[in-house]
C-alpha cells in the first residue's frame, strides 16, 4: 500500500532524496514514518511527521543530516537525505499508522511495532 523509490549508491558525504507515495489511502489521515535496515541488524525508525501539524521527529543519528517534508498535492512523503555515511547503508522503508496512537505533545514517534502499512523499500548505499 505504501511505494518507496529514490535509493541508490552514492559516495559519503553524498546526498539522496527518497519518496513515499501511497495509492490506496490518504496519507493527510496517517502519521508517515521512515525506517531503515541494515544487514544483519533489526529494523529501525528514524524520521517521522505527523498529519495534522507536520510536526517532524528524528533520532539522533540522522538529526541535523534528514529532513522529512510532506507534498500535499502529490500526497507524497520525502526523505531528504544529506551527508550520507557508510553507516547509512540499508533498505529504507516507509511505514504509516493512525494518528490517535500517539498524544498531541508527543506528535510521533517512529516506532516500528506501531506502524502497520509498509511498502517494500528502496536500498541505499554509501561507499567510497
Known amino acids: 500500500q505504501l511505494t518507496e523509490s529514490g535509493g541508490g549508491s552514492v559516495q559519503p558525504g553524498g546526498s539522496l532524496r527518497l519518496t513515499c507515495a501511497a495509492y490506496?489511502?490518504?496519507?493527510?489521515?496517517?502519521?508517515i514514518g521512515w525506517f531503515r535496515q541494515a544487514p544483519g541488524k533489526e529494523r529501525e525508525g528514524i524520521s517521522c511527521?505527523?498529519?495534522?501539524?507536520?510536526?517532524?521527529h528524528y533520532v539522533d543519528s540522522v538529526k541535523g543530516r534528514f529532513t522529512i517534508s510532506k507534498d500535499h498535492i502529490q500526497k507524497m512523503v520525502h526523505l531528504q537525505m544529506n551527508s550520507l555515511t557508510p553507516e547509512d547503508t540499508a533498505v529504507y522503508y516507509c511505514g504509516a499508522t493512525v494518528p490517535s496512537l500517539f498524544s498531541s505533545d508527543v506528535g510521533c514517534v517512529p516506532n516500528a511495532t506501531i506502524y502497520g502499512y509498509w511498502g517494500q523499500g528502496t536500498k541505499v548505499t554509501v561507499s567510497p
Open positions: 511527521i505527523t498529519n495534522s501539524d507536520e510536526r517532524a
Open positions: 490506496t489511502f490518504d496519507m493527510d489521515y496517517f502519521v
